[in-house]
């Protein structure tokens, strides 16, 4: 779908008048720039999270889609059970990562002793 069809389809969903689904897609693109600008991210409701990421030292957006939109697209739920730690509930790769951080952080603190 390209920016006149997007336009066009919401235009039809909202029964807003063209210019105004312009001005909010703009508006819209704004103030997401502006909050990735930031550091931050932003969720929009349904479709999921952005975010702005160092990837091999530049910048990247990532995106994670919502529950909502992984059922509707069949996708692979983000955090199947199984793989969670039985002692920590957490996802395999955080609870691995949060062991290395609290490795490091035990060396540091070591080393100032």
């Given at each position: ?67 909502e939109m992984?059922?509707?697209l069949k ?39």
């Amino acid at each position: 779908m390209n920016c006149k069809e997007l336009v066009r389809a919401l235009e039809d969903e909202s029964q807003l008048p063209k210019f105004r689904v312009e001005d909010i897609l703009v508006a819209l693109a704004d103030l997401c720039a502006e909050t990735l600008e930031q550091g931050g991210g932003f969720r929009l409701a349904g479709i999921g999270v952005f975010r702005l990421r160092m990837h091999g030292g530049k910048p990247a957006i990532n995106f994670y889609a919502s529950q909502e939109m992984r059922e509707r697209l069949k996708l692979a739920n983000i955090k199947p059970d199984a793989e969670a730690c039985p002692a920590c509930a957490k996802r395999a790769n955080k609870a691995a990562r949060q062991r290395r951080w609290e490795e490091k952080k035990r060396e540091a603190e070591h080393g100032k002793n």
